[in-house]
Structures are given as structure tokens and as C-alpha cells.
T-cell receptor, first 115, second 115 residues
């Protein structure tokens, strides 16, 4: 099976712009989660989608949003970019998203730089 | 309080020797899952091993084993016969039903394998 894919791999934007990141989960996986990784804050959970519905959300401002399509592919959007949004954004997929037992598999990440 | 604590920011190990990376966790859920991931400099999070809270035996996956001590709330990763390619960041993570489908990560341990 192909792994989780994320596009683009690298992105450079300026403050105030918006950005859309894409994630294609492992075939058959219905749960997609997004994480932000920065040197200062470490790995933080953004949100999780399951069957096109947001099921869980982390403590991020409303500028961060996402969606999931019927084929389980997911996108996340960040509007009005700030310098602090520079980070590695990781997408992870799991089959059913059942807490405790289901393993999340990660993509290679999108490295976003905001200038 | 930190949910996942990794007290070793960095460690060295000689090639072919074994190394233990520490992880302690905090949860009041009776059912939870513990995971270890490896993150090379490329950025991708690679799943290594999983331990369920009700599993009777310690998990093993090839050269990786998990020393699970439930009463002490510790889940240390043991890497046997270290290889140069094991040099990376290692993250301990937990999933608990009360937090939904998200992974809560520790701050990581950077492992360097010396030839």
C-alpha cells in the first residue's frame, strides 16, 4: 500500500497570505489528523476528520481550518499567515480512528515558511 | 501537568550496543495506547511500536521493544544492536479516549549512534 502523501513538501509565503495544504491518506483509512511541529511548541494536534466530519479539534485559532472529502483526502487552510505559523505540518491517517488501539501513520510533512 | 514526559533531550550510543529511551505518562483513562515514533532529519514520523494498556506482554518489533511498567506509568523504548541509521529524534506518544483520536507527544529524545 502507498503511504500517506502530502503536497506540497515545501512552501514559502508572506505574512497575510493564506495557504492550503493537502493530504492523501493510506488507502482504506478514513481518519485524518493534522499536527503542527515547531521547535518551541513541539508537536501539537490541530484537528481530526473522520468520514468528512471534524471529530476533534486542538487549541488553535480560527485561522486554521480543514476539511475532508468523500475519498478521505483532506486539506487544511491557514488564512492571514503570521510569522509564528512557520512550522512542519504533519498529516496522519488511521483506519477507524478508535482511540487507544488504532495506529496513526504519518506523511512526510509540509514545511511552511512565512516571511 | 505534562501528559508525556521524556527526560532525555539527547543521548549517545555506540554502534551495536543497546539503548533505552525513557518515557513516563499520565492518564486517568483505564484504556489507552502508547506509541513510539522515529523522526529522521527528513521530517517524516515513522511508527515503531505500540503498547496497549491492557496488553499482558511487552510489545516487540524487530530490534525495538517496549519496557511497559503500568504501575510506574512508564513505557521505555529499548533499541537493541544500534545502527548508524538509528540516529534520529524519538517521540513517545499516547492516545486516550478522553482526548479523542489525537496523539499527545513528548518533547522527544535525540539519539546519536557513534561508529
Amino acid at each position: 500500500k502507498a503511504g500517506v502523501t502530502q503536497t506540497p513538501r515545501y512552501l514559502i509565503k508572506t505574512r497575510g497570505q493564506q495557504v492550503t495544504l493537502s493530504c492523501s491518506p493510506i488507502s482504506g483509512h478514513r481518519s485524518v489528523s493534522w499536527y503542527q511541529q515547531t521547535p518551541g511548541q513541539g508537536l501539537q494536534f490541530l484537528f481530526e476528520y473522520f468520514s468528512e466530519t471534524q471529530r476533534n479539534k486542538g487549541n488553535f485559532p480560527g485561522r486554521f481550518s480543514g476539511r475532508q472529502f468523500s475519498n478521505s483526502r483532506s486539506e487544511m487552510n491557514v488564512s492571514t499567515l503570521e510569522l509564528g505559523d512557520s512550522a512542519l505540518y504533519l498529516c496522519a491517517s488511521s483506519s477507524e480512528g478508535l482511540a487507544g488501539t488504532d495506529t496513526q501513520y504519518f506523511g512526510p510533512g509540509t514545511r511552511l515558511t512565512v516571511l | 501537568a505534562q501528559k508525556i514526559t521524556q527526560t532525555q533531550p539527547g543521548m549517545f550510543v555506540q554502534e551495536k550496543e543497546a539503548v533505552t529511551l525513557d518515557c513516563t505518562y499520565d492518564t486517568s483513562d483505564p484504556s489507552y495506547g502508547l506509541f513510539w515514533y522515529k523522526q529522521p532529519s527528513s521530517g517524516e514520523m515513522i511508527f515503531l511500536i505500540y503498547q496497549g494498556s491492557y496488553d499482558q506482554q511487552n510489545a516487540t518489533e524487530g530490534r525495538y521493544s517496549l519496557n511497559f511498567q503500568k504501575a510506574r506509568k512508564s513505557a521505555n523504548l529499548v533499541i537493541s544492536a544500534s545502527q548508524l541509521g538509528d540516529s534520529a529524534m524519538y517521540f513517545c506518544a499516547m492516545r486516550e479516549p478522553s482526548s479523542g483520536d489525537k496523539l499527545t507527544f513528548g518533547t522527544g529524545t535525540r539519539l546519536a549512534v557513534r561508529p
